[in-house]
């Protein structure tokens, strides 16, 4: 079993800078392709970034491509969301996922989610 701890989320202002951690628990994690989603009060889940299991290969969701740096670091079995520019949308829970498989932009078949870190990003 995996668990992950997410970190990091906070109350900034608009223009302000976050990094979130995603620390895992498993043996497997160099293994796993990991994502970051969020969730905004009253929305539905939305994807932010997948990384591979290697850190090659990386994709982004239009609303946060070129602002928002995915990356992880095997060694400490921890994935970062860099988050810079941040604007009042990008308020939400956000979520760290694990899956054996390359993630979908849907969320579907993640298999570990994490219990999410709330951001919040003041006007």
């Known amino acids: 079993h995996v668990q992950l701890v997410e970190s990091g989320g906070g109350l900034v202002q608009t223009g302000d800078s976050l990094r979130l951690s995603c620390a895992s628990s498993?043996?497997?994690?160099?293994?796993?392709?990991m994502g970051w989603f969020r969730q905004a009060l009253g929305k539905e889940r939305e994807f932010v970034a997948a990384?591979?299991?290697?850190?090659?290969?990386?994709d982004y969701g239009a609303s946060v491509k070129g602002r928002f740096t995915i990356s992880r670091d095997n060694a400490k079995n921890t994935v970062y969301l860099k988050m810079n520019s941040l604007k009042p949308e990008d308020t939400a829970v956000y979520y760290c996922?694990?899956?054996?498989?390359?993630?979908?932009?849907?969320?579907?078949?993640?298999?570990?989610w994490g219990q999410g870190t709330q951001v919040t990003v003041s006007s």
């Open positions: 996922a694990a899956t054996m498989r390359q993630i979908r932009r849907s969320g579907e078949g993640v298999d570990y």
């Open positions: 498993g043996r497997t994690f160099r293994s796993h392709y």
């Open positions: 990384i591979s299991w290697s850190g090659g290969s990386t």
